[in-house]
């Protein structure tokens, strides 16, 4: 089993900036690539991005430029850097682990995080 817990979700002004962490703990061996997902009220939960084992990362057009995905391997942790932010940008966003990347998108969605609010208001 895999756990997810993700964190540093709040609320801020548009243009800021604001990180996102996903720490993962238990069976992490299982784990062939991780990525970023958003969903915001009444629109369906969209892939915002992913990074594979190998340490390649991309990110959804949307938020090219703006957003960046990385990780710590001494931390067992993913991050999603946000910088400016935009109303639209406001979502709940979920840390989402599973099987190799195809066509850009995570094959066997197996693990999830509880979710995290983004909030971008002035």
């Known amino acids: 089993q895999v756990r997810l817990v993700e964190s540093g979700g709040g609320l801020v002004q548009p243009e800021g900036s604001l990180r996102l962490s996903c720490a993962a703990s238990?069976?992490?061996?299982?784990?062939?690539?991780m990525g970023w997902y958003r969903q915001a009220p009444g629109k369906q939960r969209e892939l915002v991005a992913t990074?594979?084992?190998?340490?390649?990362?991309d990110t959804a057009d949307f938020v090219k430029g703006r957003f960046t995905i990385s990780r710590d391997n001494a931390k067992n942790t993913v991050y999603l850097q946000m910088s400016s932010l935009k109303p639209e940008d406001t979502a709940v966003y979920y840390c989402?682990?599973?099987?190799?990347?195809?066509?850009?998108?995570?094959?066997?969605?197996?693990?999830w995080g509880q979710g995290t609010q983004v909030t971008v208001s002035s």
């Open positions: 989402a682990a599973g099987g190799v990347l195809l066509r850009g998108y995570i094959t066997r969605l197996n693990y």
């Open positions: 238990g069976n992490i061996l299982s784990i062939n690539s």
């Open positions: 990074l594979a084992s190998g340490g390649s990362t």
